[in-house]
């Protein structure tokens, strides 16, 4: 009995030793490895994701700091300069002219509306379109500004009437913070003679067309009308003018396709009148700055060819495009190189007289033309830049030649392509 007693105690205490050595092992020996498990067990606590690994994990601690790198990231997206399109539609409404100036960091374009007569100002710096003038000069159709785009001449329809009123203006600032806009327009009235308006190359004078008893009579002059010049008087009447050289003016008669055209120069300073081109069916014409190249469009067989005319050994050489010299304009700061708006296809017609009526619109690109080597180079095709059939017009650079500006013949809208990208 004793005996069984004493087996029962020693079986009794190695079962307690055993016990005790495992809760040792298991509780007391390795405690870190549970709480391991459970915090390896709470991924939202790691910073652990199974989509993006690239971010390290996000202490509590660091929550402000890191909410204020997100919103400061979120502040430069907004406030991010957008990109300025390589061609841009500068107005959606019908324009009455542009012309452009170059700063020394960018170039600045100012443009009158059609209707309102009210001006506007672009920047290829940014995509704002300011409206600087609101004074009111309604149904202007064409105007010229000097070269620093302070003063213009408009040409606009009376109230009511067909009757055309010229217009001399400046753009006088207001003097004010508290208006709508920096300027209004000041000037006076010119002579309703006046029938066509060409620019000078500095763009500090005008040349004018005036019909007086029945005649065509040419005048220089200042923007405002002063220092009044007659260089010429001629039956001509109806002629389209150009200033493509310091001292020398160019007429050409109205171009059909179905009479000859004649394209002269006149010397301002001897007053002599001299033809350069005649003969020529549906003849438009533009010289370029030194006048030893022309660029010229002639109809033949119901189809125009496009040719360079060389001034000093009198040939001309028919160009790898087509299109009409009035969609074209000559470099200032490479006399032998020009900028033209072509065409994609020409249907058949009258040209230039269905163009001009309007029977005829053309999907242009942009192209660029060395006239001594004929090499060519596609700048833009238009159309694949902005989704809409552009037929240019107006074509004009700013002076340092980064901006190509136009006016689109099918709307009237105003519109600049950078040359640089």
Known sequence: MLRKILISIIVILI??????????????KNPTDINDNISLDNTSNSGFSPFDRS??????SDTASTTDTVE?????????IPEIPKLRQLSITPISGISASSTKNSSIARFIDRGTGHIYESDSETMEIKKISNTTLPKTYESFWNKNLNAFITRYLKNETDDIVNFYAELKSTGT??????????????????????????????????IENGNGIGYISLFDDKNKIEIVNTPMRQVVLDWPETNTVSITSKASGLSLGYMYFIDIKTNIMKKVISGVKGLT??????????????????????????????????????????????????????Y???????????YP?????????????????????????????????????????????????????????????????????
């Open 353 to 421: 007289d269905d163009w001009y009526r309007g029977n005829s619109s053309f999907i242009d690109q942009i192209w660029h033309l060395d006239a001594i080597t004929g090499e060519v180079h596609l700048l833009a095709n238009l159309m694949g830049l902005s989704g809409k059939l552009i037929d240019a017009t107006e074509l004009t650079l700013d002076q340092k030649e980064n901006f190509l500006y136009f006016i689109n013949k099918r709307d009237l809208t105003a519109w600049s392509l950078d040359l640089n990208k």
């Open 285 to 338: 014409a533009k010289a370029n700055r030194d006048l030893s190249k022309i660029i010229y469009t002639t109809t033949k067989q119901d189809k125009f060819l496009t040719l360079i005319y060389d001034t000093k050994d009198n040939t001309s050489q028919e160009i790898v495009f087509k299109t009409i010299s009035d969609k074209c304009v000559w470099s200032t700061l490479r006399k032998n190189e020009l």
């Open 177 to 210: 913070t508290t208006t709508v806009t920096p300027y209004e327009i000041k000037g006076r009235y010119l002579s309703s003679n006046i029938n066509q308006i060409a620019v000078s190359p500095n763009r500090d004078r005008v040349f004018t067309w005036n």
């Open 72 to 80: 400061s990231d979120e502040m430069i997206v907004e406030n991010k």
């Open 340 to 350: 033209c708006a072509v065409p994609i296809e020409i249907a058949t017609g009258i």
């Open 55 to 60: 971010k390290p994990p996000v202490k509590k």
């Open 15 to 28: 079962l307690g030793i055993i016990g005790a050595i495992m809760y040792w092992f298991i509780y007391l």
